[in-house]
T-cell receptor, first 112, second 113 residues
């Protein structure tokens, strides 16, 4: 079993839709959960950062972590064409020096 | 320049060539990383440097040779590569010990013929 599983998509939605992106993981030691957004021909940029379980909201974006199910989600409300990108989940263990383990990324297209 | 910059953005090389990738960070960070991003695979961490010292080598073949002359610059020297080494090579930086908050450069798209 891979440490982090992420459906690569592609996912295509109409503008204004609510998008749900998900990752599952197997390592119960993971404590830090990140979502990166990567536009075509660019490097990943950190979008959301959550520690342990719970929700975190930032504008149209909400990150959820369910450690009991080893499942994390990123919700995008009122999706825009500018949200079209590949979304990568990443996670790491306790302590600031644990390396990040990434999912494969989900490619999202928001159609106007 | 701001953030993390990488040059060249695109590189085509033959299997017998020697080339180098350059990364520079303008964020005052003291940790730098090389990643490999291949199609349909997760990002693979290759090397980590903290305060110019290599602290991680993720079983990378010796045909990849990193160099970190100071906390702002990172190089990846390439020689006798294989076609399967074709990928996007990403550089990232962070404060030392803070793996979780990495800032990435735009990457170098490498093609090995």
């Amino acid at each position: 079993q891979k440490e982090v599983e992420q459906d690569p998509g592609p996912l295509s939605v109409p503008e204004g839709a609510i998008v749900s992106l998900n990752c599952t993981y197997s390592n119960s030691a993971f404590q830090y959960f990140m979502w990166y957004r990567q536009y075509s021909r660019k490097g990943p940029e950190l979008l959301m950062y959550t520690y342990s379980s719970g929700n975190k909201e930032d504008g149209r974006f909400t990150a959820q972590v369910d450690k009991s199910s080893k499942y994390i989600s990123l919700f995008i409300r009122d999706s825009q064409p500018s949200d079209s990108a590949t979304y990568l989940c990443a996670m790491s263990g306790q302590g600031g020096s644990e390396k990040l383990v990434f999912g494969k990324g989900t490619k999202l297209t928001v159609n106007p | 320049e701001t953030g993390v910059t990488q040059t060249p953005r695109h590189l085509v090389m033959g299997m017998t060539n020697k080339k180098s990738l350059k990364c520079e960070q303008h964020l005052g960070h003291n940790a730098m990383y090389w990643y490999k991003q291949s199609a349909k695979k997760p990002l693979e961490l290759m090397f980590v440097y903290n305060f110019k010292e290599q602290t991680e080598n993720n079983s990378v073949p010796s045909r990849f040779s990193p160099e970190c002359p100071n906390s702002s610059h990172l190089f990846l020297h390439l020689h006798t590569l294989q076609p399967e080494d074709s990928a996007l090579y990403l550089c990232a930086s962070s404060q030392a010990g803070f793996y979780n908050e990495q800032f990435f450069g735009p990457g170098t798209r490498l093609t090995v013929l």
